[in-house]
């Protein structure tokens, strides 16, 4: 078998996917990143190579994520891209025509706007937890009940109830006061879906044409009750993509594939990398009045790429091109 990597690296989660020469999915690997990045892509490749046949062959590997110029550079990546090219690639691979991406992850949201397959205009939130996975994993842990089991309790709702979604602060004292009010779980979780996408859409879709086809991904897109709310506020259908938690790794092997076609080799280290010895580590550079913070990667003792400081001192050859990319 030959096929193509995609390693999507962020704050909560890890996923790596591997597509066939056709672009199917052969196999997808979800992993929570807990702070480790490192560590979690190297577990992640040993799962993965156990996973796949003998003899297989990768022909090219592509990173994405707030982690995508550390793990291309631990893997040998063909493409290091940033998130919106590449979940935007994977969406228009697997839903042809499609004009929105809502996309909520571990600890950020962001909207994506396409028109005849080109990425028009976009939106990030980075600052604010409401709405995200850990926000309501975090309620779902205050509660008691199973995050799987968050969408199909929403959906049970009979009059969801006002909640204040523009914080997360002010949203769980909210839901918290709504529950001493007496207003059953399935009002209150309802209540709160419709909220944090009133504020989804007020952030990141204020003056933006939401047209359908409308793709919701991601990993809260797990969520029943998200999706039901997002096709309320909106009045329009809502696709929910196969493999809606990895499309960022869908995405990237996508542009890896496309990477190695332009160039005709693969810069992949191979699988053996999830048995080598990573150190990170940095230091302050004292040499200027800037005391830069540089990061230095280590592979089996030596120095592999140094990279953050402003003057280029202490940067290797590979942590330039990392940050090109």
């Given at each position: 078998m030959k096929g193509f990597l995609g390693i999507d690296v962020g704050s909560v989660s890890t996923n790596i996917v591997f597509l066939d020469e056709g672009g199917m999915v052969v196999e997808d690997i979800y992993l929570r990143t807990q702070g480790q990045p490192i560590a979690t892509v190297q577990a992640g490749l040993k799962?993965?190579?156990?996973?796949?046949?003998?003899?297989?062959?990768?022909?090219?590997?592509?990173?994405?994520?707030?982690?995508?110029?550390?793990a291309g550079l631990i893997v040998g990546a063909d493409a290091v891209k940033n998130e919106i090219t590449a979940h935007a690639v994977a969406a228009s691979s697997l839903t042809p025509g499609v004009q929105t991406i809502l996309e909520i992850g571990g600890q950020d949201s962001k909207i994506i706007i396409l028109r005849n397959g080109v990425v028009n205009d976009f939106a990030m939130n980075t600052v604010c937890a409401a709405g995200t996975g850990s926000f309501l994993d975090q309620q779902a842990a205050r509660l008691n009940i199973p995050i799987e089991k968050f969408g199909e309790y929403a959906l049970l709702a009979r009059a969801p109830v006002r909640i204040a979604g523009r914080c997360a602060v002010f949203a769980?004292?909210?839901?918290?006061?709504?529950?001493?009010?007496?207003?059953?779980?399935?009002?209150?979780?309802?209540?709160?879906?419709?909220?944090?996408v009133r504020n989804y859409l007020n952030n990141l879709g204020?003056?933006?044409?939401?047209?359908?086809?409308?793709?919701?991904?991601?990993?809260?897109?797990?969520?029943?009750?998200?999706?039901?709310?997002?096709?309320?506020?909106?009045?329009?259908?809502?696709?929910?993509?196969?493999?809606f938690n990895v499309m960022g790794a869908v995405g990237a092997a996508i542009l890896a594939r496309e990477a190695v076609a332009r160039k005709g080799t693969s810069l992949f280290k191979g699988f053996g990398v999830a048995d080598t010895s990573f150190r990170a580590g940095s230091f302050e550079c004292s040499g200027c009045a800037n005391l830069c913070e540089v990061v230095e990667i280590s592979e089996n003792n030596n120095i592999l790429a140094r990279w953050g400081d402003r003057c280029g001192k202490w940067s290797s050859t590979a942590g330039r091109e990392e940050k090109i990319s």
């Open positions: 799962k993965l190579g156990a996973r796949l046949p003998s003899g297989t062959i990768v022909r090219g590997v592509g990173t994405t994520g707030s982690g995508r110029h550390l769980e004292s909210d839901m918290i006061h709504k529950q001493q009010m007496g207003c059953s779980l399935p009002d209150i979780l309802a209540g709160l879906c419709e909220a944090l204020k003056g933006k044409e939401i047209l359908a086809p409308v793709v919701f991904q991601g990993g809260v897109a797990a969520n029943v009750g998200m999706v039901r709310a997002f096709e309320k506020a909106l009045d329009l259908s809502v696709q929910v993509p196969p493999y």
